[in-house]
């Protein structure tokens, strides 16, 4: 029996792997799921082509290093920048952020840029860690950050507009799951409320305004029961301005008073300890303290010495007529009376 033996054309070959990719190509395309792995993918002038196509890519991009999804392809320092934002707002309520750059993400892509969802998960895991929108290369929509150990659990949510944070940001207790921090973002900067929850009793223990990014108002805080205040302060533009008090969160009883002006410490200053006696009685002028309860001696500032020494010009002139001349002597013995308390008359 004759056995027939078949030869490969190799020309023949190579033609029908290409018809089968790009049979496989069109297919994808055809139904909506063009799909490109990022290791075949270039950034070209801040646009995102696959290999070495002509035209920037549209479909879904995956496996994203989450460093390049958050700064970059375009405006890379708005986008990092605004989710540093975000982030470091978390952090201060004292809650560990994992880095976004040791994420892995798919992301929608328009025209070579960053439009429309993106999911980030941790690397080597299957749990979300961050969702996001994106329109035309930069963050527009919601933002929400996962717990990364545990599933369908949310740290907090915010809204972007044109890249920027535009809403109020809120955070939730890991532990409880509970509201504890929110606040309010106006074209990227902290404009409006911001308050502070217990993660337990999910009392509030914070309240304070900012206005273009500074603190404007009171400012309060609660003891953890939520009952008391244990911190009260007026700020005006970011910096102090009248009375400051804080209370004993245990007693409720006074431990510290402070006057503020602009920013300045003007008036008395007094701390009491946990008993309640009276430890320290300040005065201050002007930034500088004047008076002290331990010895009740003043402490004169350079400005009421040089108002002290004109004083006794004054009364020198007086009685020695407008002509007189005064000596380098005179004026530092006129210092040294002032700041022994010595005054004219």
Not at 42 to 63: H, S
Not at 259 to 278: E, M, P, T
Request: proline share 5%; net charge neutral.
């Amino acid at each position: 029996m004759n056995k027939r033996r078949f030869q490969t054309d190799p020309s023949r070959m190579q033609w029908c792997f290409r018809a089968i990719a790009m049979l496989a190509a069109l297919s994808l395309v055809a139904c909506g799921k063009s799909i490109l792995d990022y290791r075949n993918a270039q950034v070209i002038n801040g646009r995102i082509y696959a290999g070495n196509a002509n035209t920037p890519f549209t479909g879904q991009l995956t496996n994203v290093p989450g460093k390049l999804v958050l700064g970059s392809p375009s405006p890379g320092e708005v986008l990092l920048s605004s989710f540093v934002q975000f982030r470091n707002v978390i952090r201060t309520v004292g809650l560990k952020v994992p880095v976004a750059e040791f994420t892995v993400c798919d992301a929608q892509i328009s025209d070579g840029l960053l439009d429309g969802k993106t999911n980030c998960n941790a690397e080597q895991s299957d749990i979300p860690m961050l969702q996001m929108a994106f329109k035309k290369g930069v963050l527009d929509g919601k933002l929400e950050y996962d717990n990364p150990g545990s599933k369908n659990q949310v740290i907090s949510t915010v809204m972007f507009k044109a890249g920027l944070l535009d809403s109020k940001q809120e955070i939730f207790s890991p532990k409880t799951q509970k509201l504890i921090h929110v606040l309010t973002w106006k074209n990227g900067v902290p404009d409006g409320e911001e308050a502070g929850f217990n993660e337990d009793s999910g009392k509030q223990i914070m309240h304070a305004t900012l206005v273009n990014g500074k603190y404007d108002g009171e400012f309060i805080q609660y003891a953890p029961d939520g009952e008391r205040v244990i911190y009260k302060a007026t700020l005006v533009q970011g910096v102090k301005n009248g009375d400051e008090d804080q209370y004993s969160p245990d007693t409720g009883k006074p431990v510290g008073h402070g006057q503020w002006s602009n920013g300045i410490a003007q008036g008395v200053f007094r701390q009491w300890d946990a008993s309640g006696k009276l430890v320290s009685d300040k005065t201050y002028e002007n930034g500088v303290e004047v008076t002290s309860a331990s010895n009740g001696q003043v402490s004169p500032t350079p400005a009421s010495i040089d108002a002290c020494v004109a004083t006794w010009s004054a009364a020198f002139h007086k009685e020695k007529g407008d002509d007189a001349l005064v000596n380098y002597d005179q004026i530092s013995e006129w210092e040294q009376w002032c700041k022994a308390g010595k005054h004219p008359g």
